[in-house]
């Protein structure tokens, strides 16, 4: 069947942090005295910061979603409780949490993958629609734009504002309401075996593995977006 449309996800996909995906945690805790590394934070795992949220189903914040306010209460709480985990005071960690958040909300923060610009606009030669579906901040949005890659996209759906984290069904809901076609004409493409693959094939979609540095073998996987199917 055709692809009408392809989701991607965002972080490591068709995005980066150029200085490293701990850098602003870094940065934020270096401006009030405190030194961290980014190895340090990679050996918290963030899912645990989720705990809190998480279901059956999936991480469910919806209760929470509903404005940028409360939203960014439970996203500053998330980092504070890594921040904590790490040995920092509580208050400290809430205000430095609090720095991470508006430097994750700057585009200047982020870099695009060399493929990203390339890939968009041969899916939309194609007239194939792409849209972001993501695990990412409020602002995620206005980041997409000040990359230059708005104008390309369909939309641009995170889970600070559906509610839910991937592989939370429903945030594989809204992105085919959003797509106005069937699943099976949806390609879901990312480098989260989890997130990117298994939770959007429940939902009845077509996936494709990024895998950049080729860990693995298969016909589902790919290492650069140019390689895409248009059909």
Not at 41 to 48: F, V
Request: net charge negative.
């Amino acid at each position: 069947m055709t692809v009408r449309a392809v989701c991607f996800d965002f972080q490591d996909t068709l995005a980066y942090y150029p200085d490293g995906n701990y850098a602003v945690y870094v940065r934020a805790a270096s401006e009030r005295g405190v030194s961290l590394t980014q190895e340090q934070l990679r050996t918290q795992s963030l899912d645990d910061a989720w705990a809190r949220w998480r279901t059956p189903l999936g991480v469910d914040h919806a209760k929470h979603s509903h404005s940028e306010a409360a939203w960014r209460t439970v996203h500053q709480g998330v980092h504070a409780s890594r921040l904590v985990t790490m040995g920092v005071e509580s208050e400290l960690a809430a205000t430095i949490a609090g720095r991470i958040v508006d430097l994750q909300a700057e585009p200047g923060e982020y870099a695009l993958f060399d493929d990203t610009v390339p890939a968009l606009e041969r899916l939309g030669r194609a007239a194939i629609e792409s849209i972001i579906v993501s695990n990412h901040i409020w602002r995620l949005p206005e980041v997409v734009a000040g990359l230059g890659i708005g104008s390309r996209l369909e939309g641009v759906l995170t889970s600070a504002r559906v509610g839910y984290r991937k592989p939370h069904p429903q945030i594989y809901a809204a992105a085919l309401r959003l797509a106005r076609c069937e699943p099976s004409e949806v390609l879901f493409v990312g480098d989260n075996p989890e997130h990117d693959v298994d939770g959007p094939a429940a939902a009845g979609m077509r996936t494709l593995l990024l895998d950049r540095a080729g860990a693995g073998e298969g016909e589902h996987s790919v290492r650069s977006l140019l390689e895409i199917p248009l059909e």
